[in-house]
């Protein structure tokens, strides 16, 4: 398996003053931020993170989906944003370099990728890495870290609905357990 330089991916290296001057910087202050590290591939299943965004917004207003990277996709899932009128809940940020990488996972709540099919991921190491929740699903080589309520929480491939319920269970729930147990794995 693959590793993460924990010295790199340490959230003690940034402080608060720099995760609010970005968070204000992007104009995502006072927002919960569910981000992604992902290339916008239909094997990424970023689709079904917007849908299930239209679905949040409705009792969590103050909920963003911040999505890092670019891909051919990119125009259809920015109109599928229009179309679901989920534009000031979607975020698309665009490529972010790996250095600088850390410290928007820094100043998130939450990593999602309900992935497809992946090899390892070495996405949601970085995260988990970061103490942030894992949102994801069961496939590839996922299971082989991400351990459902243990390290992670699973989705179903492909299910906005599925997306939405989980998303709102660690919304809702103390994760600190989920994160410590993670973080360990790393």
Excluded: W
Excluded at 28 to 44: A, C, D, F, P, Q
Excluded at 120 to 145: K, N, Y
Excluded at 146 to 171: H, M, R
Aim: hydrophobic letters at 40%; glycine letters at 6%.
């Amino acid at each position: 398996p693959n590793g993460v330089d924990l010295r790199k991916f340490d959230v003690n290296n940034y402080s608060s003053e720099e995760t609010k001057e970005l968070k204000e910087k992007l104009g995502l202050k006072n927002k919960k931020i569910i981000v992604t590290s992902s290339r916008l591939s239909e094997k990424n299943g970023i689709e079904s993170v917007i849908r299930a965004m239209a679905e949040l917004k409705k009792s969590f207003p103050d909920l963003v989906f911040l999505i890092l990277g670019i891909g051919e996709l990119e125009d259809k899932l920015r109109q599928l944003t229009k179309d679901l009128d989920v534009e000031d809940n979607v975020i698309f940020h665009g490529f972010v370099e790996n250095q600088k990488l850390p410290l928007y996972l820094t100043m998130s709540d939450y990593f999602i990728r309900p992935s497809l099919s992946e090899g390892q991921g070495i996405s949601f190491i970085e995260a988990m890495a970061m103490d942030l929740p894992i949102i994801t699903t069961p496939v590839g080589g996922i299971p082989d870290f991400i351990f459902d309520k243990e390290t992670g929480f699973f989705c179903k491939p492909n299910d906005p609905e599925s997306i939405a319920e989980v998303i709102e269970y660690c919304l809702t729930n103390d994760l600190d357990e989920v994160i410590e147990n993670a973080h360990d794995l790393v």
